[in-house]
């Protein structure tokens, strides 16, 4: 009986290890797509300055024509 109870702590437990084990094999994955995500973060936040500049231009550009 207590064998059997032993057993079946050992197989939950196993079960689990294998669990983790699934998990644990994401991380590369996970971890590319975070590289991705920070790259274009940083290309968004390239072209957000860019618009911004643009946006100056313009508006000093039509306060200098309505001088």
Do not use: D, H, Y
Not at 3 to 17: G, N, R
Not at 34 to 52: C, D, F, M
């Amino acid at each position: 009986m207590e064998q059997m109870q032993i057993e079946e702590k050992l197989e939950a437990f196993e079960q689990e290890v294998i669990g983790m084990k699934k998990e644990l094999s994401k991380i590369p994955a996970i971890e590319e797509n975070l590289r991705s995500l920070t790259k274009s973060l940083q290309l968004l936040r390239i072209q957000a300055e860019k618009n911004q500049q643009l946006l100056l231009q313009c508006i000093e550009t039509m306060v200098k024509k309505n001088r």
